[in-house]
C-alpha cells in the first residue's frame, strides 16, 4: 500500500512554486519535515556534482589524478573510496582519452556505495541482479581485482550493449554477461556467495536528472516497483549461500521501496542486517519497523551531494 497524506497549505505552496506534483511533496513534508523537504527540492533544482571513480584495474589512482590534473580538471578526493568530485571541467569529463581507455568510469557518490558495502573477495561467486550500464558491476570487478566470478544480469536487451562495452572498455575479465529476468535467478537453484540489487525503482531520488519526473504522481509507480522489489530481493535470498550477502539499494526516496521491502526480508527470510558505513540512519521507528533497519543508509542531495538514494545490507543466516 503506498502511504498518502491530506494536503496542506504548505504542500500546495511548495509544489506551485516549483512545479512538483502535491502528491510528492505532501508526502516529503511528512516523511522529513517541512524545512528539510524545500532543502532537498532546492537540491534536486541546482543539481548534483558530477563525480568519477578511479579503475585501478587499469591505472594507478595517483597516475589518473595527475594526469586529469595535468589536463586542466580540478578534482577533489571524496569520503567513498576510488571517488572523486569534478570541481573544474574545461571540457567534459566523459570526453578525455583516459575515458575512453577505461582509467575511470563517470558515476555518482551514491553509486560507489553499494559495491564497497557488498565486499567481494577475489575468490567468490557474485551476481548483478540488474547490471547495466555496468557502473556497478565493472567497480565490484575491480574490487574483486578482476578474479573470482561476476554474473552481470540485465533483462533489456537494448541496454545489453552498453554493458558489454563498458564491460571491456573497464578491462574487466572476470564477468560474463546474461540477459536474463533476475526474478527467475533462484530458479538455477545456484547458491552464491555475494548478490548486489540495485532494483529499478520510482526514481524519486533522481528529480535531478530527469524533471519531468517531479510532474507524476508517482503512486502507480511505487506501487509496481515495490511489488517487483519483493520478487527480485526474494529470488536473492533464496540464491545466497548461508552467511551470503545481499546488498540492496534503489535511488528514490519513497519509502516503501526501502525500508518497507527490507521488512518484508526480515519477516520472510533468515536474514540479518549489518550497518552501512556512510549516510543517514535509514526511517525505522517513523513507521514502527524493525528498529534493525536503521542501520540501512539513506542519502540526500542537500546532504550529502548524491541523488536521493537507499542502501541496505543483509547477511542470509
Given at each position: ?26 508526502r516529503w ?20 556534482p ?25 578534482l577533489e ?9 569534478v ?11 583516459e575515458y ?21 573477495k577475489t575468490?567468490?561467486?557474485v ?6 550500464p ?41 564477468t ?7 526474478v ?54 533464496k540464491s ?7 546488498v ?23 536474514v540479518?542486517?549489518?550497518k ?30 548524491t541523488?536521493?538514494?537507499?542502501v ?6
Amino acid at each position: 500500500m503506498v502511504m498518502d497524506f491530506p494536503s496542506t497549505k504548505e504542500s500546495l505552496e511548495l509544489s506551485k512554486k516549483y512545479g512538483y506534483n502535491e502528491f510528492i511533496v505532501r508526502r516529503w513534508i511528512n516523511f522529513f519535515g517541512f524545512e528539510e523537504t524545500v532543502k532537498i527540492i532546492e537540491a534536486m533544482e541546482t543539481g548534483i556534482p558530477k563525480h568519477i571513480r578511479v579503475n585501478t584495474i587499469k591505472i594507478d589512482e595517483k597516475e589518473l589524478i595527475e594526469r586529469l590534473e595535468g589536463r586542466g580538471f580540478v578534482l577533489e578526493r571524496t569520503e567513498v573510496p576510488f571517488c572523486y568530485k569534478v570541481v573544474e571541467e574545461p571540457y567534459s569529463i566523459g570526453a578525455t582519452s583516459e575515458y575512453l581507455m577505461g582509467y575511470y568510469y563517470v558515476m555518482e557518490k551514491s553509486s560507489c556505495i553499494p559495491p564497497l558495502a557488498l565486499d567481494p573477495k577475489t575468490n567468490e561467486i557474485v551476481v548483478d541482479f540488474a547490471s547495466a550500464p555496468g557502473g556497478k558491476t565493472t567497480f565490484i570487478a575491480q574490487l574483486m581485482r578482476n578474479r573470482g566470478v561476476i554474473l552481470a544480469l540485465e533483462l533489456n536487451s537494448e541496454r545489453i550493449q552498453a554493458l558489454i562495452d563498458n564491460v571491456h572498455r573497464m578491462g574487466v575479465l572476470n564477468t560474463a554477461v546474461i540477459q536474463m529476468n533476475s526474478v527467475d535467478f533462484c530458479k538455477l537453484n545456484l547458491k552464491v556467495d555475494k548478490i548486489l540489487l540495485d532494483a529499478p525503482c520510482s526514481g524519486e531520488g533522481v528529480i535531478h536528472k530527469d524533471k519531468n519526473r517531479k510532474k507524476v504522481d508517482g503512486r502507480k509507480d511505487i506501487e509496481f516497483c515495490s511489488n517487483l522489489q519483493r520478487d527480485l530481493i526474494s529470488s536473492a535470498l533464496k540464491s545466497l549461500k548461508d552467511g551470503g550477502v545481499l546488498v540492496y539499494s534503489t535511488c528514490t526516496l519513497a519509502p516503501e521501496e526501502n525500508e518497507f521491502v527490507v521488512q518484508f526480508a526480515l519477516e520472510n527470510f533468515d536474514v540479518k542486517i549489518e550497518k552501512v558505513m556512510w549516510g543517514d540512519r535509514a526511517l525505522a521507528k517513523e513507521f514502527g519497523l524493525d528498529p534493525e533497519i536503521e542501520k540501512c543508509r539513506r542519502f540526500y542531495p542537500h546532504k550529502h551531494k548524491t541523488s536521493g538514494f537507499f542502501v541496505a545490507k543483509l547477511v542470509k543466516l
